[in-house]
């Protein structure tokens, strides 16, 4: 079970929770013209280590805000969350 | 290569078994291969199969981390299917079913294929509606395909929920009967026996640290034991492929995902096919000991861990016991996990790369292992004539750019959900 640290309300049990990815994938700015591969690279392309992931998760049974997590994806230990205006 | 028969087994008996040749020898690497298979999993070990025996190509070593079949082929509930709705699935995984069909005779070697049926349940109109197109989708295509009513149901599972109590009532099913089940380490071994009496060799403990790439075309392979030269390199590496990708500079639409699956102590037969949950993600089939077999949702972040977390298990055996109740009396014997390689829209890569000698087979998700005579057919063709094979021409990596996804499920690119 993953205890997992929600920045706003504390540690939690990995059930109150659901998954968001990779959190470094950046939408194309709003507006502008943006190239296909652009798109492609938001919507298919991902991080995926072995090692440190930093990555969204979303607090669904609780407060219900997205937030950050540095996590371990071969030994699932986490070393830190924060707020998504927060650097990790 | 001595061959398997009831004759050699006769024989055998009398010497008190002791004489039987070692099925495969553990090699050690040569300088140099004309072709280099990465991963000893089901699909590394076909590849280099249909290679030697299709392709006359028998200078290849396989590399493996681990031991021969000590990945997801070893790992996976065995179940073998070609119930797809879209043409390339359909005409892909159903080539791969007929190969099924005779592939014990074809490897000498008893993969126990077992087509007892896959049976998809509806728990409601709408998706009764929805598995009726699917149907007939796959009769479009010549692969077998059934629906079942609730009375016909009662008779061939009697022990689901049929009571008027059930959460998620029976509504009817989606059956394919050619569908069922193999042993999966008897299609590792098979595989393995045959390219090694063809002189291939397989190299356990041996893993890819590098690449070694000359104006765009490979030279070799760095590994724990030493360099190897090749001027072909084929990816077998199931849920590691973005680890050895990244080696090669290449990003690739894939997340490594733990997907786990557990059986419970055996019991007298109990379930005649394989049959799935409808109203959320479990099935379960009965092996030949006796054990359900049972495996459902992927764990939901990523994860190279081969082993999975409790509450994922508590979830799955839920909807279990929602399905069959009585399998709240079961224990469960043993949980296990595998790293998937999930791919953004659910269906798997077979293709050339930017780089001139190195293919990829990769993107499998939970669902490789059914793929893997036709998979390895299909790879050897790219890799021995440098060119897709026309039957997985669909399953090339541009379809990420050109927007050609083969989405079965619809799910989108959130991999953890499927
Ligand atoms: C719990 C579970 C249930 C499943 N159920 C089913 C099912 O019912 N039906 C179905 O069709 N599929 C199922 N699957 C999926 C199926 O098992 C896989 O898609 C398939 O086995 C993947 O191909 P493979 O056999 O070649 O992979 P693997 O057996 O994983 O082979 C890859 C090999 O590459 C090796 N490797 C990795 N990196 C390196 C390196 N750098 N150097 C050398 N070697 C390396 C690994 O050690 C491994 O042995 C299931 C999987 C799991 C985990
Ligand atoms: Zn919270």
Same mark, same amino acid.
């Given at each position: 079970?993953?205890?997992?640290?929600?920045?706003?309300?504390?540690?939690?049990?990995?059930?109150?929770?659901?998954? +968001?990815?990779? &959190?470094?994938?950046?939408?194309?700015?709003? %507006?502008?013209?943006?190239?296909? $591969?652009?798109?492609? *690279?938001?919507?298919?392309?991902?991080?995926?280590?072995? +090692?440190?992931? &930093?990555?969204?998760?979303?607090?669904?049974? %609780?407060?219900?805000?997205?937030? $950050?997590?540095?996590? *371990?994806?071969?030994?699932?230990?986490?070393?830190?969350?924060?707020?998504?205006?927060?650097?990790? | 290569?001595?061959?398997?028969?009831?004759?050699?087994?006769?024989?055998?008996?009398?010497?008190?078994?002791?004489?039987?040749?070692?099925?495969?020898?553990?090699?050690?690497?040569?300088?140099?291969?004309?072709?280099?298979?990465?991963?000893?999993?089901?699909?590394?070990?076909?590849?280099?199969?249909?290679?030697?025996?299709?392709?006359?190509?028998?200078?290849?070593?396989?590399?493996?981390?681990?031991?021969?079949?000590?990945?997801?082929?070893?790992?996976?509930?065995?179940?073998?299917?070609?119930?797809?709705?879209?043409?390339?699935?359909?005409?892909?995984?159903?080539?791969?079913?007929?190969?099924?069909?005779?592939?014990?005779?074809?490897?000498?070697?008893?993969?126990?294929?077992?087509?007892?049926?896959?049976?998809?349940?509806?728990?409601?109109?709408?998706?009764?509606?929805?598995?009726?197109?699917?149907?007939?989708?796959?009769?479009?295509?010549?692969?077998?395909?059934?629906?079942?009513?609730?009375?016909?149901?009662?008779?061939?599972?009697?022990?689901?929920?049929?009571?008027?109590?059930?959460?998620?009532?029976?509504?009817?099913?989606?059956?394919?009967?050619?569908?069922?089940?193999?042993?999966?380490?008897?299609?590792?071994?098979?595989?393995?026996?045959?390219?090694?009496?063809?002189?291939?060799?397989?190299?356990?403990?041996?893993?890819?640290?590098?690449?070694?790439?000359?104006?765009?075309?490979?030279?070799?392979?760095?590994?724990?034991?030493?360099?190897?030269?090749?001027?072909?390199?084929?990816?077998?590496?199931?849920?590691?492929?973005?680890?050895?990708?990244?080696?090669?500079?290449?990003?690739?639409?894939?997340?490594?995902?733990?997907?786990?699956?557990?059986?419970?102590?055996?019991?007298?037969?109990?379930?005649?096919?394989?049959?799935?949950?409808?109203?959320?993600?479990?099935?379960?089939?009965?092996?030949?000991?006796?054990?359900?077999?049972?495996?459902?949702?992927?764990?939901?972040?990523?994860?190279?861990?081969?082993?999975?977390?409790?509450?994922?298990?508590?979830?799955?055996?839920?909807?279990?016991?929602?399905?069959?109740?009585?399998?709240?009396?079961?224990?469960?014997?043993?949980?296990?996990?595998?790293?998937?390689?999930?791919?953004?829209?659910?269906?798997?890569?077979?293709?050339?790369?930017?780089?001139?000698?190195?293919?990829?087979?990769?993107?499998?998700?939970?669902?490789?292992?059914?793929?893997?005579?036709?998979?390895?057919?299909?790879?050897?063709?790219?890799?021995?004539?440098?060119?897709?094979?026309?039957?997985?021409?669909?399953?090339?990596?541009?379809?990420?750019?050109?927007?050609?996804?083969?989405?079965?499920?619809?799910?989108?690119?959130?991999?953890?959900?499927?």
């Amino acid at each position: 079970m993953l205890e997992i640290k929600c920045p706003h309300c504390g540690s939690r049990s990995q059930n109150e929770f659901s998954y +968001g990815g990779d &959190s470094s994938v950046k939408r194309p700015e709003l %507006g502008k013209e943006v190239p296909d $591969k652009d798109w492609d *690279d938001f919507i298919y392309f991902r991080n995926n280590p072995r +090692g440190k992931h &930093s990555e969204l998760w979303h607090h669904v049974a %609780g407060c219900r805000q997205w937030f $950050k997590v540095l996590r *371990d994806t071969s030994t699932h230990e986490i070393f830190k969350t924060a707020k998504l205006t927060e650097e990790l | 290569m001595q061959r398997y028969s009831i004759f050699s087994l006769i024989k055998n008996a009398f010497g008190g078994h002791k004489d039987w040749e070692v099925a495969w020898k553990d090699s050690e690497p040569k300088k140099e291969y004309d072709v280099v298979i990465i991963g000893a999993g089901g699909h590394g070990l076909a590849t280099a199969y249909y290679l030697a025996k299709e392709h006359k190509i028998t200078n290849i070593a396989v590399l493996e981390k681990g031991w021969l079949g000590g990945g997801n082929v070893g790992r996976n509930t065995t179940i073998l299917r070609s119930n797809y709705m879209f043409d390339p699935n359909g005409l892909f995984y159903e080539h791969g079913m007929k190969m099924w069909e005779n592939l014990s005779q074809e490897l000498n070697y008893n993969v126990m294929y077992s087509p007892r049926g896959i049976i998809n349940l509806a728990h409601s109109d709408a998706q009764l509606n929805v598995f009726y197109r699917r149907g007939n989708s796959m009769r479009l295509n010549g692969i077998d395909a059934v629906m079942l009513g609730r009375d016909e149901l009662k008779k061939m599972i009697p022990f689901a929920d049929f009571s008027e109590s059930a959460r998620f009532p029976i509504f009817g099913g989606l059956m394919q009967p050619r569908g069922g089940t193999a042993r999966h380490d008897a299609v590792a071994w098979g595989y393995a026996r045959q390219i090694n009496s063809m002189g291939v060799d397989i190299i356990q403990h041996c893993e890819v640290t590098g690449f070694d790439v000359q104006n765009g075309k490979i030279q070799g392979v760095q590994t724990s034991k030493g360099n190897i030269k090749t001027k072909k390199v084929g990816l077998c590496v199931a849920g590691n492929t973005s680890l050895l990708a990244e080696k090669l500079n290449m990003k690739l639409p894939i997340e490594s995902h733990v997907l786990q699956a557990c059986v419970s102590e055996p019991v007298k037969p109990f379930l005649d096919h394989v049959v799935t949950f409808g109203a959320g993600h479990f099935y379960c089939s009965q092996s030949d000991k006796g054990e359900m077999v049972m495996g459902g949702d992927l764990d939901g972040y990523n994860s190279y861990a081969q082993r999975g977390n409790l509450p994922t298990l508590q979830h799955v055996l839920t909807e279990g016991v929602a399905m069959f109740p009585n399998l709240s009396r079961l224990k469960i014997l043993r949980t296990w996990g595998g790293i998937m390689d999930m791919s953004m829209d659910g269906s798997p890569i077979i293709d050339k790369t930017h780089i001139d000698g190195v293919y990829l087979n990769c993107g499998w998700c939970y669902g490789g292992f059914k793929a893997t005579p036709v998979s390895g057919w299909t790879f050897a063709h790219t890799i021995a004539k440098d060119e897709v094979h026309e039957l997985s021409s669909k399953y090339r990596l541009n379809r990420f750019n050109t927007g050609h996804l083969i989405d079965e499920k619809g799910l989108g690119t959130k991999t953890w959900i499927g």
